[in-house]
């Protein structure tokens, strides 16, 4: 049974921008901190932000704070991430996660979803 799954991902040109959703279960969204994960080809998986559900604090990697903004919809059961000034370097598959704290390592998030292709052209 999927219970977070991407979209919006796509192909933009450097300096583009895409607002990727990911939509979760209830019971996923009520009970965790939900996060996106990247991973480019050879590279691996890693942290880009995250969102507490208790209180909606963020935390975000350095390469993408100031360009890349995460946010939820409750109603929807809905993360998103809205990716503004994309570079050749955030090209990747970038995952949904759902975790029991707002973690940057993927070895301790509970849930992932099965990602979305993220591909920018300079």
């Known amino acids: 049974q999927v219970q977070l799954v991407e979209s919006g991902g796509g192909s933009v040109q450097a300096g583009g921008s895409l607002r990727l959703s990911c939509a979760a279960s209830?019971?996923?969204?009520?009970?965790?901190?939900m996060g996106w994960f990247r991973q480019a080809p050879g590279k691996e998986r890693e942290f880009v932000a995250t969102?507490?559900?208790?209180?909606?604090?963020?935390d975000y990697a350095d390469s993408v704070k100031g360009r890349f903004t995460i946010s939820r919809n409750s109603a929807k059961n809905t993360v998103y991430l809205q990716m503004t000034n994309l570079k050749p370097e955030d090209a990747a598959t970038y995952y949904c996660?759902?975790?029991?704290?707002?973690?940057?390592?993927?070895?301790?998030?509970?849930?992932w979803g099965r990602g979305t292709q993220v591909t920018v052209s300079s």
């Open positions: 969102i507490r559900r208790r209180d909606g604090s963020t």
């Open positions: 209830a019971r996923i969204f009520d009970s965790y901190a």
């Open positions: 996660a759902a975790a029991s704290g707002m973690y940057r390592s993927p070895r301790l998030i509970d849930d």
